[in-house]
């Protein structure tokens, strides 16, 4: 069960950094971000929900990076939480 959520917690980081190299690969190509940005924010808030957390970081860089370290840690835990949560029912299921 263990390395379920671990894996799980995994993927919610790789997620979150997935999205990250995302923007920053179209911030060098503003058409392509003007067309792709509305569909890749979309998804981003559906699987990476704590990255509305950087909404605060307009300010300085050292708190961009401070918050973006939080929300891929809560986007972590998220996706362990659904891991257990799946993980337990699998386990209720079995005879």
């Known amino acids: 069960m263990t390395s379920r959520i671990a894996a799980s917690g995994m993927v919610g980081g790789l997620v979150a950094l997935l999205f990250e190299l995302a ?7 503003p058409p392509l971000k003007l067309t ?13 929900p704590s990255s509305i957390i950087l909404i605060a970081s307009a300010g300085g860089e050292r708190l961009s ?15 362990g939480a659904i ?13």
């Open 36 to 48: 792709l940005g509305l569909y890749l924010e979309r998804l981003q808030l559906v699987l990476w």
């Open 83 to 95: 891991g257990a949560a799946i993980t337990t029912v699998l386990r209720c299921r079995r005879p």
């Open 23 to 29: 923007w920053k690969l179209l911030s060098w190509n």
């Open 65 to 79: 990076m401070d918050l973006l370290l939080i929300a891929v840690a809560a986007n972590m835990v998220l996706y």
